[in-house]
């Protein structure tokens, strides 16, 4: 199945909309029919777009997304979960698999950061 210029236009507003909407469990499926593809097509051409499938793109995103909420926010760990679409033990191991760090320990380790900056500056 050759993938063409429209294949590719579609994944990327597969890409968006998962950049979006990373709280909701999306299929291929039912981005297939969102973007007007098959998902065969959809899966082929989002891997070539992202450089990971939707499942794996999905995590790194979320994680992203948990990055940024620890690190500028107070919310607790489960609260922070819940607002990804997961629960707290899936947010522990997916945040321990991509960064080496639990979400706790990497809000730790960033405080600490953000603490000896402003001590030396």
Same mark, same amino acid.
């Given at each position: 199945m050759r993938?063409?210029?429209? +294949?590719l236009e579609k994944a990327r507003q597969v890409k968006v909309i998962i950049e979006k909407e990373y709280h909701v469990h999306h299929t291929y499926q039912v981005l297939a029919e969102q973007v007007g593809t098959n998902p065969v097509k959809l899966q082929k051409a989002f891997k070539e777009v992202?450089? @990971? +499938? =939707?499942?794996?793109y =999905?995590?790194?995103?979320r994680i992203e997304k948990a990055k940024e909420l620890l690190e500028n926010t107070e919310l607790k760990v489960e609260t922070i979960a819940s607002k990804l679409g997961w629960d707290k033990t899936n947010l522990n191991k997916q945040f321990k698999n991509i960064t080496g760090f639990t979400p706790g320990a990497w809000r730790i380790n960033h405080e600490n950061m +953000? @603490?000896?900056?402003?001590?030396s500056g």
């Open positions: 993938i063409t210029k429209t +294949d992202a450089g @990971n +499938d =939707l499942y794996e =999905l995590i790194i995103v +953000d @603490n000896s900056c402003k001590e």
